[in-house]
């Protein structure tokens, strides 16, 4: 298994830039096999998840 097959897909939502910097900050930090997706939008977040990535 290769190593981005190992990761763990994360997406954050939230309206509040900074909390969401912080919190990305913090899960990555704390848990090295997340890859964090960080997003100030509901509908920009419908979309990637539409999307498939």
């Given at each position: ?6 990761r ?26 997340f ?6 939008s509901?509908g920009?977040?419908v979309?990637?998840?539409?999307s498939?990535t």
């Amino acid at each position: 298994m290769s190593e981005e097959q190992k990761r763990i897909k994360v997406l954050h939502v939230d309206d509040e830039p900074d909390f969401l910097a912080l919190t990305k900050a913090f899960l990555e930090r704390e848990y090295a096999e997340f890859s964090i997706d960080a997003i100030t939008s509901a509908g920009e977040a419908v979309e990637l998840l539409k999307s498939g990535t």
